[in-house]
């Protein structure tokens, strides 16, 4: 349903010219939506996918083995979206010897986005509500280090910004204008505490990430924390227990699908368009981890029955590797607390029977990876 303009213009000054900022309505949107027929079956198989994503949490041994991982994961697919180079591997291999393969501006991103990601969650964990002082507290942790670290992290911006285009006037679209960022944030904050009305969780993450991404309230780093915020907003509202819903890959597979309706919303009032896109990738994305968790869990009975006549170093080296599948012999030793010829020897012994391989090319500093548990987690990353 087209409903028109959801928000107005007002002239800005930028960049030595005028231009037109979009302030959005509050929300939730008016008139009400329309959620019944195919959409409501959408939004019936998105919960319901979710709903089984979050049950297979309670049936893994040990779900930090997968998050541990898997969050770092998003946090590289998330930043691939932003233009950032860093693969997982690169992350997992800074986390050891801070000597990815990568320009190290991208890998400190990463890095950040997950030290972002991991604050949050102990905030809501802790039983804080979302709220204007998480959300900028959790922007500075995502901005501490890098190339944002200069764009006032924890700071709504005080300037104007634009999306697309080299300024204001060629730019895809114009953003809030600053001195209404605040006033936008507020109001968002309200509908998510269900003021004015009490709304599902994942249609109030649907909406609430569109009207994030179109206030835009900091000078970087929206994107990134737009994402994190439908997840965030999902744990908060009991909806998942664990953080395992991230729809980064997702949206890089259908990047311009992605773009283009989000501006279909600001301009033509086509909400009924991206809720039944995101959905459909909230339906999607929730399959895919719950099969991805289910055939992690499927490799870890396979290789630990392979390994159950393995000297003692080697099978608590493995156990070692289901939970940070990265090591180098050094981290080895300190991990089994043993001798660094044990460590070695219990490397070597993986590699010969194929759970590990060395990612390095050899020669000082060799660094091994955990290579079917990294195969199955990087599935996607590439496209």
């Known amino acids: ?181 605040m006033e936008c944030m507020g109001l968002l904050e309200k509908f998510l505490h269900d003021d004015p009305v009490k709304t599902r969780p994942l249609l109030k993450a649907a909406l609430a990430h569109v009207q994030f991404e179109t206030i835009h309230p900091f000078l970087d780093g929206n994107g990134r924390l737009g994402r994190l915020l439908i997840t965030f907003i999902l744990c908060a509202e009991g909806v998942l227990r664990e953080p395992m819903l991230y729809l980064s890959l997702f949206f890089k597979k259908h990047r311009e699908e992605y773009y283009r309706l989000l501006q279909e919303v600001r301009i033509n009032g086509d909400w009924e368009a991206w809720l039944e896109f995101f959905f459909t990738g909230v339906a999607e994305t929730s399959n895919q981890a719950t099969d991805t968790a289910t055939r992690l869990l499927r490799l870890f009975e396979q290789d630990r029955a392979s390994l159950s006549t393995e000297a003692a170093s080697v099978m608590r080296l493995y156990l070692h590797l289901q939970r940070i599948p990265v090591t180098s012999a050094v981290e080895a030793a300190k991990a089994i607390d043993a001798s660094l010829p044990t460590a070695r020897s219990a490397l070597g012994k993986l590699e010969a029977l194929g759970v590990v391989r060395e990612i390095t090319g050899g020669g000082y500093g060799k660094i091994y990876a955990y290579g079917a548990y990294l195969d199955l987690l990087n599935e996607g990353e590439s496209e």
């Open 1 to 181: 349903m087209q409903r028109g303009l959801t928000g107005h213009y007002v002239p800005v000054s930028s960049a030595g010219e005028e231009a037109r900022a979009f302030v959005p309505n509050p929300l939730p949107p008016e008139p009400k939506l329309e959620l019944d027929g195919d959409l409501g079956c959408l939004l019936d198989a998105a919960s319901t996918a979710i709903g089984r994503l979050d049950g297979i949490s309670m049936v893994l041994p040990d779900p930090h083995l997968f998050l541990y991982t898997y969050i770092r994961k998003e946090a590289v697919l998330s930043s691939q979206i932003e233009g950032t180079q860093s693969s997982l591997s690169d992350l997992l291999r800074h986390e050891i010897h801070g000597a990815p393969s990568v320009p190290i501006e991208d890998v400190t991103e990463v890095s950040c986005y997950v030290s972002a990601m991991q604050h949050g969650l102990e905030r809501l964990n802790a039983g804080e509500p979302i709220s204007l002082r998480l959300i900028r507290d959790i922007h500075a942790t995502l901005l501490a280090h890098g190339r944002g670290s200069t764009k006032q992290p924890g700071e709504f911006r005080r300037s104007q910004n634009w999306i697309g285009g080299s300024r204001p006037g060629n730019a895809r679209f114009v953003p809030t204008p600053a001195h209404q960022v």
